[in-house]
């Protein structure tokens, strides 16, 4: 069927402030001033989501009585669906509603189950608690299906790219961004956890919740500065029609029987264009779905699921670039889940004493990862960066796929890290006598775990910002919510393929002598699963440098950047490679 060609009023509040002309922009809406309201609910949002979850297997230990092992997987679990959910938001943000109505809805429902949550520990009768309160998280879940992937886009659309000083102020949005979410993270980690080990878990929870209302009511409250975008309609239905066309051409090649290639994209004014992308050596096969034919030739309109743009088609190249990505930082992020789960059993282990009469939150040493990251952002950005910009005389110091390398590396070093504290703890457990003591503390200082927590920051800095990045800059323009999404998406896979890695572990190990993940840690094996963490994450590594290697960049036609700003194509400087 003809794709039909009809008419689309142009709203300026909803288009993308890059594809206006001078006289169309609204030079009084986006902008820091919008972005700002952004962030700061973000800010709240990560207060709520840290809050809860870096003490969540504390409750679900000592509170629902579950076993260790179980409540790491339940915590993995949930962690993992909220982060993979948010595939399903940024689909119905950029195909129905829109990222700013999709915001406003999550940021609601989100609301109500943290409400629920407090609720559920305390006015709910205690032989109801456990359903309620897993029905809460689920909710909570939901609310992040349409937050995370929105936001952050949202925010970074607030800059017009043809604005020189707007531009500027995006090619440093993402460290800012995360520094500012690390703040609201690390606050909750400190006092939120604090409440809910010394106060009550009724009052933890309910600051989360107060906190969500103020972040949705400065949402609202900068509603006239935002600078909105229509749904365009679904994305994946131009991407289905470069292999529908490519499959129905697959006999055809440039040299017999193509009449040419389809350079123009019939997407209709009001819709948001894309930059035109130069053709890509990468996946040729797709490149079929572009040839004209003979039928195209006569035909007086495209039928676009046997003729696609060139734009088109790059735009699916883009997309299958970073899958192999995306499937090869999923270790990386099922590292770091040990941070809410095992990292705070030890902790609870050890001597937590803060002078005589104060005991530190296990938990609250998830403080100390925000707390490098707040110190680790700023000196990657001025003294990091500089420095490598001398070396590789690349603009941004290191690509992005070397920043996300980096990460990598940094993660196996933390796991060996974690493993030999580890053993120093139950050597000193078995030293004084404390073996088949669970709950006695151990003469060992919570703090020998500093090392792990700060390379943990460090690793989020290399890593998680340089996904963000990635998956902003390399995807398709009206499907940079669904990029967010995928990037979101790594952690909660990674937090699934961490469960499956116990599980397993638990079956070898049980199978062989005893659990090494046992209620008792110090019976327990742990320092041996961060062995088998490291060692996985060391091939992991492999492959990813492997992957990264025959990595392209996105290429735009009429500039000489491989994206957006990212990676100059400079003489001698063409090749980019991890």
């Not at 952004?38 to 000592?62: D, H, P, Q």
């Not at 700013?100 to 006015?123: E, H, Q």
């Not at 809910?196 to 400065?218: C, E, I, P």
């Not at 974690?418 to 088949?436: M, P, Q, S, W, Y």
Request: charged residues 15%; glycine residues 8%; aromatic residues 10%.
């Amino acid at each position: 069927m003809d794709a039909p060609v009809t008419p689309v009023a142009i709203d300026n509040d909803h288009q993308n402030p890059s594809k206006l002309l001078p006289s169309q922009k609204n030079t009084s809406k986006g902008g820091w001033n919008a972005a700002i309201f952004v962030i700061f609910v973000e800010m709240a949002e990560r207060f709520a989501f840290y809050g809860l979850a870096g003490n969540l297997i504390t409750y679900l230990t000592n509170n629902l009585g579950q076993p260790v092992a179980a409540a790491a997987k339940n915590v993995n679990t949930w962690v993992g669906v909220s982060a993979i959910f948010p595939l399903l938001g940024a689909f119905v943000a950029d195909s129905y509603l829109g990222r700013f109505k999709t915001i406003l809805a999550s940021s609601s429902i989100y609301f109500l189950g943290m409400v629920l949550l407090s609720l559920s520990v305390s006015v709910i009768p205690t032989h109801s608690r456990k359903p309620v309160f897993f029905t809460a998280l689920y909710i909570l879940a939901i609310g992040e299906g349409g937050h995370k992937p929105c936001v952050q886009t949202f925010a970074a659309d607030q800059f017009d790219e043809t604005n020189p000083e707007e531009k500027a102020a995006k090619s440093s949005f993402f460290n800012w961004w995360y520094l500012g979410i690390v703040t609201g993270a690390s606050v909750a980690i400190v006092v939120v956890i604090y409440l809910q080990d010394n106060v009550s878990w009724a009052a933890g929870f309910g600051v989360l919740a107060g906190s969500l209302a103020v972040a949705l009511a400065l949402f609202l409250i900068g509603m006239k500065k935002y600078r909105k975008q229509r749904p365009t309609g679904s994305p994946f239905t131009r991407v289905a029609q470069v292999f529908v066309a490519a499959a129905r051409k697959w006999r055809l090649t440039e040299s017999h029987g193509s009449r040419g290639i389809c350079c123009e994209d019939d997407r209709v004014r009001g819709q948001t264009m894309g930059p035109k992308l130069v053709r890509s050596n990468q996946f040729r096969f797709l490149d079929k779905a572009m040839m004209i034919d003979n039928d195209d030739a006569m035909r007086k309109s495209r039928n676009p699921w046997k003729l696609c743009s060139l734009n088109q088609v790059e735009e699916v190249k883009l997309l299958l670039r970073l899958i192999p990505i995306w499937v090869s930082c999923l270790m990386f992020c099922a590292v770091i889940t040990q941070l809410h789960t095992f990292f705070t059993k030890q902790g609870s282990t050890m001597s937590r004493s803060l002078g005589p009469n104060f005991q530190v939150p296990p938990a609250a040493l998830q403080s100390l990862v925000g707390l490098t990251i707040l110190i680790a952002v700023p000196v990657y950005d001025c003294v990091f960066v500089p420095i490598a910009r001398k070396l590789t005389k690349n603009p941004t110091g290191i690509t992005m796929l070397q920043r996300i390398g980096i990460g990598l590396f940094v993660s196996i070093l933390n796991m060996v890290v974690a493993g030999i504290v580890e053993t120093a703890r139950v050597n000193t457990a078995r030293k004084h006598g404390l073996i088949d003591t669970p709950k006695a503390v151990i003469p060992m200082s919570i703090w020998w775990l500093l090392p792990q927590y700060v390379l943990t920051g460090i690793g989020d800095v290399f890593t998680i910002i340089g996904l963000q990045e990635l998956f902003y800059d390399q995807m398709p323009e009206e499907m940079r919510s669904i990029g967010a999404a995928a990037y979101i998406s790594i952690v909660g896979i990674g937090s699934f393929v961490n469960t499956g890695i116990i599980s397993v572990v638990q079956m070898i190990s049980s199978k062989h002598g005893k659990e090494w993940l046992g209620d008792n840690l110090n019976r327990s094996n742990l320092n041996y699963f961060y062995w088998v963490l490291a060692g996985l994450s060391a091939i992991n590594l492999c492959v990813y440098m492997w992957i990264s290697s025959a990595f392209e960049y996105k290429k735009v036609e009429g500039y000489d950047e491989i994206s957006e700003g990212k990676e100059l194509e400079m003489e001698g400087y063409s090749d980019v490679r991890v």
